[in-house]
């Protein structure tokens, strides 16, 4: 089953922990849920804005309360640089972080064996999980160097990806089936520019988003993880956040999947 992931894309720590209080109750349900094989666990993203903002700290705080936390910041630069980055970023207690696959053979084996190396360092639980990022989802048509179509980058990095050793990639849910038949089912699939559907069944605005899905869509897509930002920490009304991530469960659940 998929799981629902937070984009907590504030500029400080303390309006992130507000919105991460006001889902406890839906993370329990969920892991509930998930126990009973009914469902997936609600993740927290921190992103490059918060974490800069906030450091490690805000990755602690969250996993204190109980969360699995995606550390999303990219990593993209030379192969030693970023192997210690992924390294520092299983120190912090992340559960995921990422890397651009864009970055070459060379960087990406290297952030492969940084996170070997956090994780033999940090000594305990599941070894975190490595995306490769293909491409943003903020990208369209046409708007790649050299006019390349983004679904087709993706599908070839998503190639590349598997073959140095990641666990799976972050890619819109338009790609996700063809890399699922092309590298397997359990390579993972994270997809953002995810959009809750209208009451006619549409995908709402997608903001900066090109490349969008409803959660239903990207389900029976293929995707593993789905990332929600404004639709739930932009969500009106006293309970506005937990009902907003209620709603997108209860789409991905009724969602099924499809055979890739």
Known sequence: MAELVVALDYPAMDAALVTARLLRGVAQTAHAAQAADAGGRLWMKVGLELFTASGPEVVARLKDMGFPVFLDLKFHDIPNTVRGAVRSAVATGADMCNIHLSGGERMCRAAVEGLAEGAAARGHGVAPILLGVTVLTSVGPGELPGGADPSAEAARLAVCGREWGLSGVVCSGYEAEGIK???GR??????????????????????????????????????????????????????????AARRILAEMHGAGTREP
């Open 181 to 183: 038949r092309r590298c």
């Open 186 to 243: 359990d390579f993972i699939c994270l997809t953002p520019g995810i959009r809750p559907a209208d009451k006619d069944g549409s995908g709402a605005g997608g903001d900066d988003q090109r490349r969008v899905m409803t959660p239903a869509e990207a389900v029976r897509a293929g995707s593993d993880y789905l990332v929600v930002g404004r639709p739930v920490t932009g969500a009106t009304g006293p309970d506005g956040p937990a009902d």
